[in-house]
């Protein structure tokens, strides 16, 4: 009645047609991430953090582990990364296992507050660095005091390995006692055609914007019946779409995917072009401090992964110095389910059994009281 | 009626044209056999082929010598007694006979390593300060140095020198059946998988060769993983990650670089598109000029 007062019939009955469109062609998601309890620690230069923590106290006192355990995510993620899988999510096997699990949320994620694009007080303007720097700092400084502990366990899922291995080389980080990397590169002498045109892409929109807009994008995707997802080796390249559920893919792009912020970009595209990994400056070669790390380290590769290759694992693997070293390939031929590709090494359908378990394995004999 | 014998004989003549016979020498010598397969226009270049070891000859009259018989090149295929990587000494034996056998100069011979037998071909370059009579090396589904953990090789040592069919190890054995539901099973059950070296190689003569070098590396490969073959690669003459679109190319065969699939060590050879999504790749790097 008000729509025929307002306007014609005509005019109503388009609107009528183009909403239904709109909300039968919208896609409902049934898997919600596990959640824990919110904390927010500052970084020295001021921004705001998050750090999701999970718990379970029976499991804590039965198995007695010696260090919290700092979960980070990677470029273009948040921490929904790793509780996305609900009661099968790593940060609540982890729980199960009996750490303390601290589950990171890097600046600029939607938590603490969003970046603006163009005005407000923080904005994409960010570098990797600043990950590496301040982030790193804020977030084992925050879980030491909150556990009382002295050192912690580092999970860097691709990105959120890398900034643990610059942190440890070159800003001789102490507070970390084991260090685990998950499709983690750190060299980036060969590229694949997909990341080249991934890399044309970033570029001409950041030549516009200041971010690369890929969680909007994603997010926007979620919400169609039709995925709008370019060309499927576009794709792959984050993860093995085969290997993950599907809704947990909708839900990713719903909940995870996030904006890149152009120096984060811009530093990324420096690496692929010098095929070492440098800080912003240029004055850090963070691929060339990896002989500085000293702690037992397990790294893990995708056997499909094409973004953390299997070259540029083995190059980190003969780089880093320490004796307790260890690589762990995730294939079918040692016994997975799947050839693991990127996004699915936490991801995939199985990947508690094929993934976590053999990381929680290392991890308990390096935490024992 | 006279119409439709009047098109038959055309499309005979046509495909008489098409197709490329297969004429198949046999010579037997001290160590090995050759098996030298023929064209009948005078043939652009030789492929001299090292045994593939994990498999028989058969596997690659599917596709490989078939495409390189039509693009007309001879294919020169080494079989050797027995299942096992080949000195430097043997394999300079091998190159001498074929070069005194042909009338073809020696710029026209490819040094072609064919799946786990190419660590032959990879060794004998790090062994030998000076090569001659080759224009080039190629390798397909080779792999190099596998002193890492977490590689197929350094965690399962009762995997080799086995037949697949002879495996016992439990983890492999769901792999096993995989390859049986996607693969010939014959041919699955007589892979032989070579005692490959999990020792670190040591380099001599690597950094010296400038021949041109073609590897084919498939992404999801365990046998031949690219992982293996990063030392060699990083110290081979000119054979950085940054110049491999020329003197040294080097081809993951995979979904990020818009192949078909990621292929595994299987599909190099017996994938049914192989020729039109790789074959032709490789072929375009031969005919490339340096």
Redesign the interface.
């Known amino acids: 009645m008000v729509l025929d007062i307002l306007m014609g019939g005509d005019m109503k009955n388009f609107l009528l047609s183009f909403f239904t469109i709109i909300l039968t062609t919208m896609s409902c998601i049934s898997i919600s991430p596990a959640k824990g309890e919110i904390h927010h620690p500052t970084t020295r230069d001021g921004w705001k953090l998050t750090l999701e923590h999970f718990s379970d106290k029976d499991a804590q006192q039965k198995f007695k582990r010696k260090y919290p355990v700092i979960l980070c995510h990677g470029l273009m993620a948040n921490r929904t990364y790793y509780t996305i899988n609900g009661e099968s999510s790593f940060a609540l096997q982890l729980a199960k296992a009996g750490y303390d699990v601290w589950v990171l949320d890097l600046r600029g994620r939607e938590e603490a507050g969003p970046p603006s694009w163009f005005f407000g007080e923080k904005k994409y303007d960010y570098s990797i660095d600043d990950y590496i720097k301040y982030d790193v700092d804020a977030a084992i400084q925050y879980v030491l005091e909150k556990t009382k502990s002295d050192k912690v366990n580092w999970v860097g899922h691709s990105m959120g390995g890398m900034i643990a291995y610059a942190r440890i080389g070159s800003y001789q980080e102490s507070r970390i006692a084991n260090l685990v990397t998950v499709g983690s590169p750190f060299s980036f002498?060969?590229s694949?055609?997909?990341?080249r045109l991934w890399h044309k892409v970033g570029s001409c929109t950041t030549s516009v914007f200041p971010t690369v807009p890929m969680g909007s994008l994603a997010k926007f995707n979620s919400y169609m019946c039709v995925d709008l997802t370019p060309?499927?080796?576009l794709v792959?390249?984050l993860l093995y779409p085969e290997n993950t559920d599907k809704e947990v893919i909708k839900a990713s792009q719903r909940y995870m995917i996030t904006n890149i912020a152009k120096p984060e970009a811009l530093q990324l595209k420096t690496a692929l072009e010098l095929?070492e990994f440098y800080s912003i400056d240029g004055k850090i070669n963070y691929t060339e401090n990896l002989k500085n790390i000293q702690i037992p380290t397990l790294?893990v590769?995708g056997?499909?992964d094409?973004l953390g290759?299997?070259?540029t694992?083995?190059?980190v693997?003969?780089k880093i110095q320490t004796k307790d070293?260890?690589?762990?390939?995730v294939?079918?031929?040692?016994?997975a389910s799947e050839?693991y590709g990127h996004g699915d090494l936490f991801m995939g359908k199985n990947a508690p059994k094929d993934v976590m378990e053999p990381i929680i394995q290392w991890m308990n004999e390096r935490n024992k009281l | 009626m006279k119409i439709k014998f009047y098109k038959i004989f055309i499309l005979i003549i046509l495909l008489s044209f098409c197709s490329t016979p297969i004429i198949k020498q046999e010579r037997n010598s001290s160590f090995y056999r050759i098996e030298h397969y023929k064209t009948k226009r005078t043939p652009k270049g030789i492929l001299l082929q090292f045994d593939p070891i994990s498999f028989s000859i058969d596997t690659l009259e599917k596709h490989w010598i078939p495409f390189w018989l039509k693009e007309n090149y001879e294919v020169v295929q080494i079989i050797q007694n027995e299942k096992r990587f080949l000195s430097s000494q043997e394999v300079d034996v091998i190159l001498k006979d074929i070069q005194e056998n042909n009338s073809l100069s020696s710029k026209k011979i490819i040094l072609t390593g064919i799946s786990l037998g190419g660590i032959t071909i990879l060794d004998y370059l790090n062994e030998k300060e000076n090569i001659e009579g080759i224009s080039r090396v190629m390798v397909i589904g080779t792999g190099w140095d596998y002193a890492y953990s977490g590689n197929l090789f350094y965690e399962n040592h009762d995997l080799l020198n086995k037949k697949i069919k002879d495996i016992k190890n439990f983890k492999f054995l769901s792999y096993k059946k995989y390859l049986e539901e996607n693969y010939n099973k014959p041919f699955i059950e007589d892979f032989f998988i070579p005692n490959v070296s999990i020792e670190k190689k040591k380099f001599k003569y690597l950094g010296n060769h400038r021949l041109p070098m073609l590897i084919v590396v498939g992404k999801i490969d365990p046998f031949s993983p690219e992982d293996s073959m990063i030392p060699f690669i990083k110290n081979y003459q000119q054979c950085s990650f940054k110049t491999l679109l020329n003197r040294c190319y080097y081809i993951e065969a995979s979904r990020a670089n818009f192949f078909d699939k990621d292929y595994n060590h299987f599909d190099l050879f017996l994938y049914d598109d192989v020729v039109d999504d790789l074959y032709q790749d490789m072929n375009e790097w031969i005919r490339k000029e340096f």
Do not use: V
């Open positions: 002498e060969l694949t055609t997909s990341l060309k499927p080796g792959e390249i095929g790294m590769l056997r499909r094409h290759f299997g070259y694992i083995r190059l693997y003969e070293k260890q690589l762990l390939i294939e079918r031929a040692q016994g050839d």
